[in-house]
């Protein structure tokens, strides 16, 4: 399965990408963050207020994604579970590690929703239209 290629292209100003569609448009990371969350822990599980949450462990590294396998249950108040449930495709970036196999800096794309995040949640508010940035 291969891309459609665009009508125009442009340089795009960043060396190692080369060139990119003309109609995109460069903006800086930082501009474009909606909401940046730590993740939380919670307590050990109590029946009420369960959810599974992703950690380092749950990251599967060949594939930048998270694995759905053995997944961490814990008790999390209602409180802290805000701007941190996750959603299906949501990226995660791993602040924490510091060793050969696990990288600070990795960012995953989380497989199914809802859960609560022990890493950084990203949220993009990007201008209208594609963008490289």
């Not at 249950?73 to 060793?99: A, F, I, P, Q």
């Not at 022990?118 to 963008?131: D, I, M, N």
Request: aromatic residues 10%; glycine residues 12%; charged residues 25%.
């Amino acid at each position: 399965m291969g891309y459609q290629a665009y009508a125009d292209y442009k340089e795009s100003g960043v060396e190692w990408f080369g060139q990119c569609p003309a109609h995109w448009q460069r903006h800086r990371l930082k501009w474009t963050i909606e909401s940046l969350k730590n993740g939380v822990w919670g307590n050990e599980p109590s029946g009420e207020d369960d959810l599974y949450c992703i950690r380092v462990a749950d990251f599967d590294r060949t594939q930048l994604r998270t694995s759905p396998d053995n997944l961490t249950l814990r008790s999390v108040e209602k409180k802290d579970r805000s701007g941190r449930l996750l959603n299906n495709g949501d990226l995660l970036l791993e602040k924490s590690g510091g060793g050969d196999k696990q990288l600070v800096g990795v960012v995953g794309v989380l497989q199914g929703s809802c859960r609560v995040s022990r890493v950084f949640k990203l949220l993009f508010s990007l201008p209208a239209g594609p963008s490289l940035g």
